[in-house]
């Protein structure tokens, strides 16, 4: 289970994440669609730990039964596909 509280992310110049409240539970499968900017992979980084300096709460909750040791890297995938939607 992953579970996303009030989550912000600040750059020097722009807010990247404001607020952001999001469930998922376990063996859900779910996708982040926006357009540029909208802080999708400002989100994943988070998850992934490739980013800090964060006010709100992140909980990842990892169940395995054969494993001692779990990187979270092998369980969030990003797949970056640029101008696949059209423009609203």
């Given amino acids: 289970m992953i579970s996303i509280k009030n989550i912000t992310k600040k750059f020097p110049s722009v807010t990247a994440l404001d607020?952001?409240?999001l469930e998922i539970k376990e063996r859900e499968f779910f996708?982040?669609?926006g357009p540029n900017g909208a802080g999708k992979s400002t989100l994943i980084n988070l998850l992934a730990g490739?980013?800090?300096s964060v006010s709100g709460?992140?909980?990842i909750l990892i169940?395995?039964?054969n494993s001692v040791f779990?990187?979270?890297n092998e369980?969030?995938?990003f797949i970056h596909i640029k101008n696949i939607l059209p423009n609203f």
């Fill in 75 to 77: 369980l969030i995938f």
């Fill in 70 to 72: 779990i990187n979270i």
């Fill in 31 to 33: 996708g982040l669609l």
């Fill in 63 to 65: 169940h395995s039964f």
């Fill in 57 to 59: 709460e992140l909980l």
């Fill in 50 to 52: 490739y980013l800090d």
């Fill in 19 to 21: 607020n952001v409240t």
